[in-house]
Nanobody, 128 residues
């Protein structure tokens, strides 16, 4: 059974950094789009970034470019999200998601409904 497990969240002061991890187990994605989404308190889940597992093609939400970096470690089967210069508005549950596909469409994969596998989420709280 495919499983995505996020880690790395926590309480951090404004201006700090975090690196979130998403460990993939149960299968090896030979081809997939892997995404990060976040859900602030009381709000909808929104797209942060995605990356193609094989080719490393990256796409970010326009509003989040510059402070977020998505990457993956193929041998370790881990997806990462580096977040720098954290702001209180970054407070949210962060989720990783995956969709095994060979049909890469950047805008299509900004929607959470197009992913088949999800992790349980990791809480990020930015507060002084």
């Amino acid at each position: 059974q495919e499983q995505l497990v996020e880690s790395g969240g926590g309480l951090v002061q404004p201006g700090g950094s975090l690196r979130l991890s998403c460990a993939v187990s149960g299968r090896t994605f030979s081809s997939a789009v892997m995404g990060w989404f976040r859900q602030p308190p009381g709000k909808e889940r929104v797209f942060v970034a995605h990356i193609t597992w094989r080719g490393g093609l990256i796409y970010y939400a326009d509003s989040l470019k510059g402070r977020f970096t998505i990457s993956r470690d193929i041998p370790k089967n881990i997806l990462y999200l580096q977040i720098d210069s954290l702001e209180p508005e970054d407070t949210a549950i962060y989720y990783c998601a995956a969709d095994p596909t060979t049909n890469y469409r950047p805008n299509y994969y900004t929607s959470p409904t197009h992913y088949n596998y999800w992790g349980q989420g990791t809480q990020v709280t930015v507060s002084s």
